[in-house]
């Protein structure tokens, strides 16, 4: 990169001092190294238009008093997950959280301390156990798996491993078979702890949420697609009658940690065919509350939300919108507020102004996005 | 080879206290706590709830360490706790250690300290020993955890504990002035002799720590023939931006001095040492396969920051035998303000059980379940 026109094209938008150079190459020096760690590897960036250029496209759209105030968003509260950051997430998961759960159960099963697991051979030999009759389901493409396997190898079998949530019967046979077929396993052998894996969750909604007395969501995907295969397959489905579920965010607002726990809470007493004994709700990266955008400290950037908004992206989602009482969506999905972005795609509780773009319909702003979202639905919004 | 290291009973927030009130109060324990006695504010904590779950049945060896020209209002906090720990424990040594020789100035502490635990008469019928790392010094902290590993080790039925109380953000209140002096932390010199025949190749690995930027350059400007810099940051951390707030600070040193390569920044966990741990020392594993038979490898950690990743460090420290290249300090500064406190973010706490009858059968293979 020509340093020297980047700069320049920078300092000009944004408009640092042209007689103070300091400023601009101090502040250049910082978008370098930033981009450089993080930000050039945002997924929907190309050669040629990294993050320098998405930025100086992104604060043109903003009228030269705003940019400042835009620019310093960016500096001191966007959160950026990178991949070696998501991969420290996913690589904590076994040891901090699976581990010392199991601990925890083999220790109830003996009568023991968890601390005393690995005392002598008996607890050792059953947390191995334990360890081999836990399953891991994918959630999404941000589950992860590759990544997970990777850091588990020797540790978790691939045959614990299930990829996608699309599970069929033949491959609950499978998972079944290769159980039972481990050397000490019992021929009725059947995994006790399941543990759905979910790259975010800002709000809880998509896992799991109550539409008009009609239960929706990824969990409610999931027990039904346990009922079925149970009921179908018997005694040669491999999931234990009182299993335990543990829900994983590799990240987890803490908004969404309490909405998931009410909701759950809820649904066990309501679901007629809640399919196992109990659950946990865990996260590898807990956001704090204070990362949510609140006046007065965020009032400018709040400001330029509503300034530069286009009702667009609310009437493209508006049937979800409204699931989730809004009437705008100046705040992103769930009204979250949220200053993040993931590597591989930018959620949309994040507020608007990071990744929506709309074509300016009526003469309304058109609203430039600095990292390119992805829906579920496969476009680009 | 300690292969529980890399995943020893650990105990977070809550849970410590938890586990120490479980575990300490039974009246089989009898146990030896080796703290800080100085201004710190969280140099009191587990002692007061050891204290509670045990009563007589804890000692306490606590280090007051001494500097030059120590600041009034800090000197008055460290002679606060330290009335306060005897106040809590009954059977209390304190090891006054004098930091720097009053000669030449030399950093000793780790020399001092070595000498205070010979003359410590060990209680009878110990089963554990709990080094509390919360208000010691790295130059303090690391050498007595090397000793009382050693000490635990050659007595098998003694279990070695490893807690921190810790609050990253009131780390970064306090200041410290470094001395002009760069040197290994003692015991931590790194390998000695025996690689003669090869050119050394060095990674350093400077934990990247709030208002320490002239310390870490001050000792990167004594080490050569450095293969890589590879910082070491928070992530995950509570605060999500602590990593970028950092990479900012170092932003100059980074980019133009130490030349570091976006791709070797290692992101270690705020709150688990043990992942730090398990990272350098997959880092050590891959790097002496690398330059086997050509350079001699040696990895160089500075832990300033966090504790608790600097525990981690510690742990890969002694497992690995690397060099720990530090700065002493000459005196702090901290100004505790009840306000500040009241907003300030609430202290963390970890376990780490480094030692002790509770992995003898963790390398047991199992012969009935093969994974």
Not at chain 1, 169 to 188: C, F, H, I, T, Y
Not at chain 2, 89 to 115: E, K, L, M, N, T
Request: aromatic share 10%; charged share 25%; proline share 5%.
């Amino acid at each position: 990169m020509n340093d020297r026109m980047a700069l320049s094209l920078l300092a000009e938008i944004i408009g640092w001092p042209e007689d103070d150079q300091t400023v601009a190459t101090h502040e250049y020096a910082w978008l370098r190294m930033m981009s450089a760690v993080k930000y050039d590897g945002y997924s929907y960036f190309r050669a040629g238009v990294r993050f320098l250029e998405s930025l100086a496209t992104w604060l043109k759209q903003f009228d030269p008093e705003d940019r400042a105030t835009a620019y310093d968003f960016i500096k001191r509260r966007l959160v950026y997950i990178s991949l070696p950051e998501m991969q420290r997430l996913v690589e904590t998961f076994v040891p901090e959280v699976v581990t010392p759960h199991l601990r925890r159960t083999v220790a109830l099963k003996l009568g023991i301390k968890p601390y005393e697991v690995w005392t002598d051979k008996r607890g050792a030999d059953a947390f191995k156990k334990c360890l081999r009759k836990t399953l891991f389901v994918g959630m999404s493409d941000g589950s992860r798996i590759d990544m997970l396997r990777r850091a588990n190898s020797g540790r978790i079998s691939t045959e614990q491993v299930v990829p996608m949530m699309n599970v069929d019967s033949e491959k609950w046979l499978d998972l079944s078979k290769n159980l039972r077929e481990v050397q000490g396993m019992a021929p009725s052998e059947r995994f006790d702890c399941v543990y759905l894996i979910d790259d975010f969750t800002a709000s809880g909604t998509t896992f799991i949420r109550n539409v008009n007395g009609a239960w929706k969501g990824k969990l409610k995907k999931f027990n039904d697609l346990i009922r079925n295969a149970r009921n179908e397959l018997k005694d040669r489905f491999p999931i234990a009658e009182d299993y335990t579920l543990h829900i994983h965010h590799y990240i987890s607002s803490t908004q969404a940690r309490g909405a998931l726990v009410e909701r759950l809470e809820y649904a066990k007493v309501e679901w007629s065919e809640w399919t196992c004994s109990e659950y946990t709700v865990t996260e590898s990266l807990l956001l704090p509350m204070s990362l949510r955008l609140l006046r007065p400290g965020d009032g400018r950037m709040l400001d330029l939300g509503a300034k530069y908004y286009d009702h667009e992206i609310f009437t493209r989602a508006e049937k979800h919108c409204r699931e989730a009482g809004q009437t705008d969506m100046k705040l992103g999905y769930a009204d979250c507020a949220l200053p993040i972005v993931l590597e591989h795609n930018t959620p949309n509780n994040s507020i608007p102004l990071l990744w929506a773009e709309t074509e300016g319909k009526g003469g309304v702003h058109k609203m430039r996005s600095l990292f390119y979202r992805r829906d579920r639905h496969g476009s680009l919004q | 080879m300690r292969r529980h290291w890399e995943n020893c009973v650990t105990h977070f927030d809550e849970g410590v206290y938890q586990f120490i009130d479980d575990y300490f109060v039974r009246p089989s324990r009898h146990c030896v706590l080796v703290a800080g006695a100085g201004f710190d504010p969280r140099a009191k904590r587990i002692a007061h709830r050891l204290s509670a779950a045990m009563g007589s049945r804890v000692h306490g060896f606590f280090i007051r360490e001494e500097r030059g020209d120590p600041a009034a209002n800090l000197q008055k906090l460290a002679d606060e706790t330290e009335a306060q720990l005897k106040g809590v424990i009954a059977d209390a040594r304190i090891a006054y250690i004098q930091i720097f020789s009053a000669d030449d100035q030399a950093p000793i502490g780790g020399h001092g300290v070595r000498a205070a635990l010979e003359k410590y008469d060990w209680p009878k019928n110990i089963t554990d020993i709990v080094l509390d790392m919360s208000a010691l010094s790295t130059g303090i902290g690391f050498p007595l955890a090397k000793l009382l590993l050693e000490y635990a080790e050659a007595h098998p039925s003694v279990s070695l504990h490893v807690m921190v109380v810790s609050n990253p953000e009131l780390d970064d209140r306090i200041i410290g002035e470094p001395s002009p002096q760069v040197q290994s932390v003692r015991g931590y010199s790194g390998p000695s002799g025996g690689y003669e025949p090869l050119p050394v190749a060095r990674i350093w690995l400077p934990q990247l720590g709030r208002g320490r930027v002239e310390t870490l350059r001050k000792i990167r400007n004594t080490l050569d023939s450095v293969y890589k810099v590879c910082p070491v940051v928070p992530f995950p951390a509570r605060n999500p931006r602590r990593a970028d707030e950092l990479l900012a600070e170092y932003q100059g040193q980074l980019l133009n001095e130490w030349q570091v390569d976006a791709r070797d920044l290692i992101y270690v966990s705020e709150r688990n040492p043990l992942d730090c741990y398990r990272t350098i020392s997959t880092l050590k594993s891959r790097y002496d396969q690398t330059v086997e038979g050509v350079f001699f490898p040696q990895l160089i950690l500075s832990p300033f920051g966090s504790k608790v990743i600097a525990v981690g460090a510690m742990m890969a420290a002694i497992e690995h035998n690397l060099s720990v290249q530090y700065v002493e300090t000459l005196r702090y500064e901290f100004e505790p303000t009840g306000t500040k406190e009241l907003d300030a973010p609430p202290d963390m706490a970890v376990h780490v059980w480094l030692h002790g009858p509770v992995y003898g059968s963790y390398d047991v293979e199992p012969e009935d379940v093969v994974s």
